[in-house]
């Protein structure tokens, strides 16, 4: 089994680990800090290192199992099975994501509507919204969000089994993305006094540390779907 250190710490920036698999596009780790992609948010990148080697970690995957995919440059080295490795986060990428996750979350608590898509990105994140009746401004968005990002709420994991997941379906905000079910609990995010909801990714510890964003696009998806865009400077 894999230890998901990035859901325990997403603050770590460095960890040893040990190679378990070589494969053709990259290796697997007992351990590892890098997100795989999921939940709309990106995989982690960064590097590898080892006695005689050092290799770029490109992009990270899910695997089969309970299992990440650490994607290596393709003309990078392999260690061999069984190395001892330091892996290295590519941190200020890693950071911006976890800046930006946590905003999303706040705005799916300013905009009142289901969620329907979203992406994280390093720059720019969207979420999509079925809305009905008036659709708010940017500016509105803007300065609702940045309200509650400077009030700095503690942001922090919460764990539900799936029995009682099923029973409070306004956890899941996202009808696209289903939370994984079947370990016999899932992780919730809370940011205290704005947002609870299931969520796997990696976040910022209070909202002040995320700065201020903006609302930068509002995009027509179709009859009720709306796309909100927001930024960091």
Not at 29 to 47: E, H, K, N, V, W
Not at 105 to 125: F, L, R, Y
Not at 167 to 182: A, D, N, Q
Request: proline share 4%.
């Amino acid at each position: 089994m894999l230890e998901e250190l990035f859901r325990q710490d997403a603050y770590l920036k460095e960890a040893d680990a040990r190679v378990t698999a070589v494969e053709e596009r990259g290796v697997r780790l007992d351990r590892s800090i890098f997100y795989p992609t999921g939940g709309g948010q990106p995989g982690d990148t960064g590097a590898l290192r080892w006695d005689g080697g050092e290799a770029k970690v490109i992009d990270t995957i899910k695997a089969d199992g309970n299992n990440v995919l650490h994607i290596l440059a393709s003309e990078a080295p392999r260690p061999a099975l069984g190395t001892a490795v330091h892996a290295v986060l590519d941190w200020d990428r890693r950071y911006r994501h976890m800046r930006m996750h946590t905003a999303l979350h706040v705005m799916s608590a300013v905009i009142k509507g289901n969620v329907t898509g979203g992406q994280v990105g390093a720059d720019k994140s969207r979420l999509d919204f079925n809305l009905e009746g008036e659709v708010p401004t940017k500016e509105w968005v803007t300065e609702e969000i940045n309200k509650l990002l400077a009030a700095d709420h503690t942001v922090a994991a919460q764990w539900i089994t799936d029995e009682e997941l099923a029973t409070r379906p306004e956890l899941v905000k996202t009808m696209s993305v289903r939370p994984p079910m079947g370990a016999g609990r899932v992780r919730l995010l809370s940011i205290e006094d704005v947002d609870l909801q299931a969520c796997g990714g990696t976040h910022v510890a209070h909202t002040a540390e995320i700065g201020r964003v903006e609302c930068i696009k509002i995009e027509n998806k179709g009859k009720m779907n709306r796309r909100f865009i927001i930024a960091l400077p």
